[in-house]
């Protein structure tokens, strides 16, 4: 996980969404053991208590469980990958409609505008994820 | 978890040296087994604070508890004390300094010593007075993190350490961090190397508290990093 | 036990470097002494090799008020101060570095003193011959005593002066000249008040028997000792009180 963090943006919650992102581009299975608080806290330098809140709130939200002895592991859930794809698409694209909004564009523009970027295919830049 | 079980209490604390107040009455609390970013200005009484905690100057007035005892001899043996000064012997070798501090403090740890000496590149033949400041920094900071103390109080232990070592010496620090055993209070005025690292922050300006929470709590309630959130609240 | 040690020989440490100047110099002046013999008087030339012991005492005040000055001074107050230690304990390892480099510096004082001079002391006494051992070493041991007792006074009131001092924030020169003058009086007093406390230790007394104008003559000396025992616990005193002010009262 390589992540470079916003600090206006409460960490455990964009420890969150980084795990979401692998999930959704495969990197992580459903079922699969996450690392342990410390390890993890290691990997991508973090205070190992963000790393316990991060859990947790995944543990609330059932996004994850934790089990005696073994570790924290995602839910086995099938659809949850879809559900997660889902859930981060109706984000992405409340967000690109209000930042358009913002600018001052109508629900007409703002389609003409995703229609006319559709073939254009994003190039990734190297170590790139979680850069914007 | 810990919310009731605060590892320092204080109460209308006060100092003053002279004429110049330095704490006017601070009341707050440090959460147990959570790294605490003491923020504020230079003259703010972070300094001050810490050093009341670890008793080595007195407060004129007001109540401090530490794990459950005013600050004396009994807190001394549990908590590890970087200073902002320079508090080394100049002619002893880190060495000799490493042996001098595993003879006087029974929870320090002379494997670690070595282990930090090398993550940091210092020889252990070398003098004091033979290294520069962010080598002294870097230094006092192993003697600091080699003890295994519940309690590790860091006053500006960034200063003089330059910005390509600081995130590696912070990893150092986290690495060695074990919040079920340990509380670490950190006080600085460079937040932005240092915020992501803070569960709770306490900001102090002229000896007074402005603001205090959890980090991440703040970030979502103000919408801000802490560094942004200071330059507002210290006006 | 090992910790104190170790604080002990750090201190120790720092008295070297005076150590080995006081010795050396001490040796340069002896030997400028022996070198005079030729045209100074001889019982000059040797009396002068005991004028180094004079100054002892005065660099024991020097040093006990030093022993926690240059910690302040070097910041370094922040470390022991950090310890988990009586205040006792950090000035008891300052006063026995200073005692034992006070010792290193009398004792080879002596040596150099009688490789030197011994004749020409010998010399300056009025037997015909060497006085018997014994007697010789009885006084000596008596004279030694009570020039270490000199010493450990000097340097715990020194010590004791800074202390009280640094509870000031102005003035402090004067202060410890008050202080240091002043506890020496006190002590004078309570050891002569408190004498009587220890009437019942045997005064030392020794014979001293040796040849006066070549007669042969015994006399006896009798010296006190309750004066010294009462002034030794007024010393432990002060000791005790400069090191309560340090651990519960001073700031880094």
């Known amino acids: ?132 | 978890m810990n919310e009731n079980n605060p590892v320092i209490t204080t109460e209308n604390l006060h100092k003053r040296y002279g004429r110049t107040a330095a704490l006017q009455g601070i009341s707050c609390q440090f959460p147990r087994g959570k790294i605490t970013g003491l923020i504020g200005p230079n003259g703010s009484g972070k300094s001050t604070l810490l050093k009341l905690i670890m008793g080595l100057i007195k407060a004129d007035r007001g109540s401090l508890n530490i794990m459950g005892h005013p600050p004396g001899r009994k807190n001394k043996a549990n908590i590890a004390f970087l200073p902002e000064i320079n508090n080394l012997y100049r002619s002893m070798s880190l060495q000799e300094l490493i042996d001098l501090y595993h003879s006087q403090f029974s929870t320090f740890c002379p494997e670690t010593a070595r282990e930090l000496l090398s993550f940091m590149n210092l020889q252990p033949e070398k003098t004091v007075k033979q290294l520069s400041k962010g080598m002294v920094g870097r230094f006092k900071l192993i003697l600091t993190m080699a003890r295994r103390v519940p309690l590790i109080l860091l006053d500006e232990p960034l200063t003089g350490i330059d910005i390509k070592s600081r995130s590696n010496i912070l990893e150092g620090l986290i690495s060695k961090f074990n919040p079920e055993e340990q509380t670490i209070i950190l006080s600085t005025h460079e937040i932005i190397e240092t915020e992501r690292y803070f569960d709770h922050v306490i900001f102090l300006e002229d000896g007074a508290v402005s603001l205090q929470g959890d980090a991440d709590d703040l970030r979502a309630e103000y919408g801000q990093s802490i560094q942004e959130l200071a330059k507002e609240v210290f006006v | 036990m090992r910790s104190w040690s170790r604080l002990f020989i750090k201190d120790l440490k720092g008295q070297l470097f005076l150590l080995v100047f006081a010795v050396l110099l001490n040796l340069a002046w002896q030997f400028f002494l022996y070198t005079r013999y030729g045209n100074w008087p001889g019982e000059l030339a040797a009396g002068l090799g005991f004028l180094p012991f004079f100054f002892l005492p005065l660099l024991m005040l020097i040093t006990g008020y030093q022993s926690f000055r240059e910690e302040w001074r070097d910041e370094t107050i922040y470390f022991l101060l950090s310890l988990p230690r009586p205040g006792w304990f950090l000035a008891l390892s300052k006063f026995a570095a200073a005692i034992t480099s006070f010792l290193g510096i009398s004792l080879l004082g002596a040596l150099f003193l009688y490789l030197f001079h011994h004749q020409k002391l010998l010399a300056l006494m009025d037997y015909p011959q060497a006085p018997p051992a014994e007697t010789t070493l009885k006084i000596m041991a008596l004279v030694a005593l009570g020039y270490l007792a000199v010493a450990i006074n000097f340097f715990i009131l020194g010590q004791f002066s800074y202390l009280v001092s640094k509870i000031f924030n102005r003035g402090r020169w004067l202060i410890s000249i008050v202080v240091f003058f002043g506890s020496g009086y006190i002590l004078q007093r309570l050891a002569l008040t408190l004498a009587p406390v220890f009437g019942w230790v045997p005064p030392l007394s020794f014979k001293v028997e040796g040849v006066m104008n070549g007669q042969p003559m015994t006399t006896s000396l009798q010296v006190d000792s309750g004066p010294f025992l009462a002034g030794f616990l007024i010393l432990g005193v002060f000791f005790f009180l400069g090191s309560w002010i340090l651990e519960n009262y001073l700031e880094v």
């Open chain 1, 1 to 132: 996980m390589q992540v470079n963090f916003y600090q206006s943006r409460p960490i455990y919650e964009q420890i969150i969404d980084e795990i979401k992102k692998m999930l959704v581009r495969k990197e992580l299975q459903p079922g699969d053991q996450l690392p342990s608080q410390r390890e993890l806290a290691q990997q991508i330098n973090v205070n190992p208590n963000t790393i316990q809140r991060a859990y947790r709130e995944m543990e609330i939200t059932g996004l994850a469980e934790s089990r005696r002895g073994l570790g924290t592991f995602i839910i086995s859930e099938q659809d949850l990958i879809k559900d997660l794809k889902e859930e981060m698409a109706q984000l992405a694209t409340q967000n690109f409609i209000s930042e358009m909004k913002s600018l001052g564009f109508e629900a007409a523009e703002i389609e003409k505008w995703v229609k006319q970027n559709q073939g254009i295919n994003e190039k990734k830049t190297p170590g790139g994820e979680g850069n914007e």
